[in-house]
C-alpha cells in the first residue's frame, strides 16, 4: 500500500522543484541575477545618478542587493504564482498531500534559496569592484532580507491571486521598474526631489534599500525601516489571506 513521504520530504522535493524552475526560465533568470548584476557594473562605472555621500560602491552595493530581493521575492513570485493559478496547478496541489500550507512554505524556502544565490553573486562583484562592507552588518542585513522577503512575497501572492496571469506579468514589471527608478531601492530616498524621497522612504523598496545600507555603512540594525517592512508584511498577509484565489 502506497503511503505519502512525510510532510518535510514533501515539502523540499516542491522546494527543489520551485527553485529549479526559476532557474531554467531566462526571464526570471534575467531580472533576478542579470539585471541586478548589470546595474550594479553601471553604477559601478559611472557618476550617474548621484548616490549621496559616502564610497560610491558601498552605496550601491547594498541598493542592489535590495534591488534583487524584490526581483525574486515579489517580480518572481508574483508572475510565477499567477500562471500556475491559471492553469491550475495552484488548486492541484493544494488538494495534494503537499497541502497548501506545505505549498506555501515551500515557495518561501525557494524564495530564500534563490535570494542566497543572489546575494552571493552580487556580493561578490562587489567586492571585485572594491566594497568594503562593516561585517558586523550581515547579522542586521539578514534580519532586513528575512522581513524584506515576508513582505514582498505577500505583496506578490496578493496581486497574483486577485488579478489575471497576463495582468500580473505586465504589473508587476511596471511595479518593477518603478521602484528601481522612484522606489528608494538603488537611489537613496535622500537623494530624490523632497516629496518623492518622503514616499520612498514609507515603500518597502525604500526601507529594505535603507535598512541595508545603515547595516553594511554603519553596522547596525535600522529601527524604522525594520518596522515600514513589518507594517507591509501585516498588511499585504491580512489582505492576501482574505482575497487570495487557488483558480481562475
Do not use: C
Amino acid at each position: 500500500m502506497n503511503t505519502a513521504a512525510p510532510t518535510r520530504d514533501r515539502v523540499l522535493a516542491q522546494t527543489r522543484f520551485e527553485a529549479g524552475t526559476l532557474l531554467r526560465n531566462g526571464e526570471q533568470l534575467l531580472v533576478a541575477v542579470i539585471l541586478p548584476a548589470m546595474a550594479l557594473v553601471g553604477l559601478a562605472l559611472s557618476q550617474s545618478p548621484s548616490l549621496g555621500p559616502g564610497r560610491r560602491i558601498d552605496v550601491a552595493v547594498p541598493g542592489v542587493l535590495a534591488l534583487a530581493v524584490i526581483s525574486t521575492a515579489f517580480t518572481g513570485q508574483a508572475i510565477s504564482t499567477a500562471f500556475d493559478r491559471r492553469y491550475g496547478v495552484l488548486r492541484l496541489l493544494g488538494v495534494s498531500p503537499l497541502g497548501r500550507s506545505g505549498l506555501l512554505i515551500a515557495k518561501a524556502l525557494a524564495v530564500l534559496t534563490i535570494e542566497l544565490l543572489q546575494l552571493i553573486v552580487i556580493g561578490a562583484l562587489g567586492l571585485a569592484f572594491g566594497w568594503h562592507p562593516q561585517w558586523l552588518g550581515l547579522l542586521p542585513a539578514g534580519l532586513l532580507v528575512l522581513v524584506g522577503t515576508w513582505a514582498f512575497v505577500a505583496l506578490a501572492l496578493l496581486l497574483a491571486g486577485t488579478l489575471r496571469a497576463e495582468g500580473v506579468l505586465a504589473l508587476a514589471n511596471l511595479i518593477w521598474v518603478l521602484l528601481l527608478g522612484l522606489g528608494g531601492v538603488i537611489v537613496p530616498p535622500s537623494q530624490l526631489p523632497a516629496v518623492l524621497s518622503r514616499v520612498a522612504a514609507l515603500l518597502p523598496s525604500g526601507a529594505l534599500g535603507n535598512g541595508l545600507r545603515e547595516a553594511f555603512i554603519d553596522g547596525r540594525l535600522a529601527v524604522i525601516p525594520l518596522l515600514v517592512l513589518v507594517v507591509w508584511g501585516a498588511v499585504a498577509t491580512y489582505l492576501a489571506s482574505r482575497t487570495f484565489r487557488w483558480s481562475d
